[in-house]
């Protein structure tokens, strides 16, 4: 996993911390896979609440670990929130949480603590599942979308900050597309639509991040990077007049980039542009509603190259499509020569049209709750296609890196920070980091994460 601090839980901190609560953030993803570390931290901070952040391939791992904090701390209240949970409520509920919150978190969850806290009625707190006499009992969710420009910049004081490598900040929520194989925040998380920042307060936060932090490096988390060519631009325009010196990797669609576009965020130090291509077939893009062409994304793709911005791409194989057409994608990645790939295999994940209806798709999942088979990392047995044998998986994998390798790129394995093409697949033991290591690490203050 790349080793960014988690962003969602950090509003939810930041909003508790400034209305009176103590907050303490464990990352286990930066801090290590011994449980031993979080009992610890549990013991030494006493909380009278804990929440846990689950996303699908995490849930394993969460229900593990509140079913053992049930155990040793049966009085202590439990939240759960994120994508899998505004999926699956009452198996959270099940697995011993008391409280699920649905929908974005900053004030649902302080509505509910102060609530608690004052021993009100916590009925009427916007999106909450909880168990009554009846069963699970679930409020509406907030109906429109938080405000981002409102809400305070994260405290990066919550965070262990020596753990990472490089800084995080979104610039938007949400994506107003509906590619059939993401599970998409929009209409999972948020109600509906997506929520934008100003361009004005990104550079703020990136002032405060430059100033207060001496940050180099930042990773937008956005799905799509600020949306809207004029918001893009404009944010171009106003980082280089703000004399600002940070430089920052955005995730975009290779159709909001053009050569005005690109040379614009090039010259507001964006270093690297991470792009979802996922196949070299017009037709499996069709099926999986990306609503965008090979021959548009091979422009948008060009334009950042030319424009001196290092391009990483993301594929996946197994969409739905004939294994002459997954191919398609090898002489795809040849003549596009991005920087980086990054190839995966479809993983239908819950919130999916894949997921909910996958024999429409010709995909077969044998056990729909075998979450720790959902991730990308590696091949296993519980998602088979009938396009395409596990065999003929593996092959075509064998088929890519044998002739990327021809063309100079080299496995993630084994791969330097010197060696400008690099790719990675499910049959690599690592993948690429984020930021390449040839460049000198964020100078972080370790005073500010004293506040933990």
Known sequence: MYREYPLGVGFIGTVLKEHGYEVAIFDQNAEGQDDELLWQTVRTFAPEVVGFS?????????????????????ETLVLAGGIHVNLFPEDLLADGADYA????????????????????????VHGIAMMG?????????????LDLDALPFVDRGLYNLPKYTHHSMVASRGCPYRCKFCCNYTGTVLVKGVAVRSHEKVLQELQYLEQGFGAREVFFADDIFLLKKSEMLAFAKTYVESGLRICWMGQMRADSIDREVAEALAAANCRRIYFGVESGSDEILARADKRMTTSRILEGVSCAKRAGIRVKTGWIYGLPGSVAEQRKSIEFMLRMRPHEISIHQLIPF???????????????????????SFCYGGLGNNVSFDYMSPAQLVELLEETAEALEREGYVSSDVATAA??????????????????????????????????
């Open 350 to 372: 819950p919130g999916t049209p894949y997921y909910q209806s996958p024999a429409d798709f010709g995909i077969r999942i044998r056990d729909p709750k075998d979450f720790e």
């Open 101 to 124: 919150v649905l929908g974005e978190g900053e004030y649902s969850t302080l509505e509910l603590l102060n609530r608690l806290t004052e021993g009100g009625d916590v009925g009427g």
């Open 54 to 74: 689950v996303i699908t391939p995490n849930y394993p791992v969460a229900r593990a670990q509140i079913t053992e904090l049930k155990r040793r701390y049966p």
């Open 133 to 145: 006499p009846g069963g699970i009992r679930i409020t509406p969710k907030q109906p429109t979308a």
């Open 419 to 452: 060696d400008p093409f690099i790719y990675t697949t499910p049959l690599n033991r690592n993948s690429m980091t984020v930021f390449r290591s040839d460049r000198k690490e964020v100078s972080l203050n370790p005073a500010m994460s004293s506040a933990r």
